[in-house]
């Protein structure tokens, strides 16, 4: 990437990052460059207006500043806004981020409260619902369910692996759960960041 193109890119990131004011409990939706993994996750998930997104995060106040929770990596981290951004890919031109706004903000305190708790907490890298370990989508969705008394926010819809065009398992998921030593959890009930983005409980008010 050459230096005008950061440059570019940066700029652009400011002039749209400055039109939105963040707020805690906001959730933060992009679109990363993780290869084949990535390029599975598009093919089987759709988010707003038709978007790809890849990860998301939640905004939360520390201390003087906003952060975001995120689970990336082996683990749950508080990282800065901008590191957030930082990763985010532009893909057919589109806007490399979103951010989803809580019609209800109510559930914000103890969302972010939670979320803030498991910081540290190992990353889940079979996709197994509630097994002590978080994926980025599943982090913020167990959140906001605690803040509203266990009832669900953003539903959870069955995971598929398979590619659309072949009806088979995409081989990177299949080399995937063999390397982690799980079998591949088709129809089990998960979350994505491109199903939440078109939750009906967020406002889009930044892209």
């Known amino acids: ?29 992009e679109d990363i460059d993780c290869g084949p993994l990535c390029e599975a ?38 990282n800065a806004v901008s590191t957030f951004m930082a990763r985010a890919t532009r893909t057919n031109g589109a806007p490399a981020y979103a951010v989803g706004r809580m019609r209800d903000n109510t559930l914000v305190p103890v969302a972010a409260a939670f979320a803030k708790a498991r910081v540290g907490e190992p990353y889940d890298d079979p996709f197994i619902p509630d097994n002590g370990r978080w994926y980025c989508s599943e982090l913020i969705q167990v959140a ?18 398979k590619d659309p065009a072949t009806g088979q398992f995409f081989p990177v998921w ?19 960041p491109g199903l939440m983005s078109r939750s009906e409980q967020l406002r889009i008010v930044g892209e």
């Not at 975001?68 to 683990?75: F, K, L, Q, S, T």
């Open 41 to 78: 996750i598009r093919k089987v998930t759709e988010g707003h207006k038709g978007r790809d997104f890849a990860h998301c995060a939640l905004v939360v106040q520390s201390a003087d500043t906003l952060a975001v929770v995120e689970a990336i990596g082996n683990r749950v981290q508080m």
């Open 144 to 161: 906001y369910r605690e803040a509203n008394g266990g009832k669900e926010v953003f539903p959870s819809a069955p995971m598929t692996f």
């Open 174 to 192: 299949v080399d995937y759960y063999r390397d982690i030593g799980y079998p591949i959890p088709e129809g089990i009930p998960g979350i994505n």
């Open 1 to 29: 990437m050459s230096r005008l193109t950061v440059f570019l890119f940066f700029l652009s990131l400011a002039q749209a990052t400055a039109q939105v004011q963040l707020k805690a409990g906001d959730i933060l939706f």
